[in-house]
């Protein structure tokens, strides 16, 4: 089984960006990584900076075969199509918000 297709470098750091500055305005911590030639929009919570999210640029065929960029977490989801970086801040909340208020549950339980 064949893993992701990415999409060229230049194009995913333009999307990342795009990404990262939606998710800053909604008070997320971002940096823009790589591993090797990958780039990675690493997300977290300043209150939790150990819990977060990796996010890349992968290209998705739909139907018809067309290849269109998606953002992707490291878990693997889709999380939406490049051309819609609110949607994908909003599954960046879904997989995070619980993680981030287990883990700030357990600090304020110490």
Known sequence: MRGP???PSIRADLYLARLADVLKAHGWAVS???VGTLPVLRV?????P????GVVVTLV???TGNRGPWFRSSTGVLLAPCS?????EEGICVL?????ARALSAS???
């Not at 977290?44 to 939790?48: I, K, Q």
């Not at 150990?50 to 999210?53: F, P, Y």
């Open 5 to 7: 297709v990415h999409a």
């Open 32 to 34: 823009l990584t790589r």
């Open 44 to 48: 977290t919570d300043l209150r939790a």
């Open 50 to 53: 150990t819990v977060g999210e």
């Open 61 to 63: 065929s739909d139907a």
């Open 84 to 88: 819609e970086p609110a949607r994908a």
């Open 96 to 100: 995070l918000t619980p993680l981030i």
């Open 108 to 110: 304020r339980q110490r």
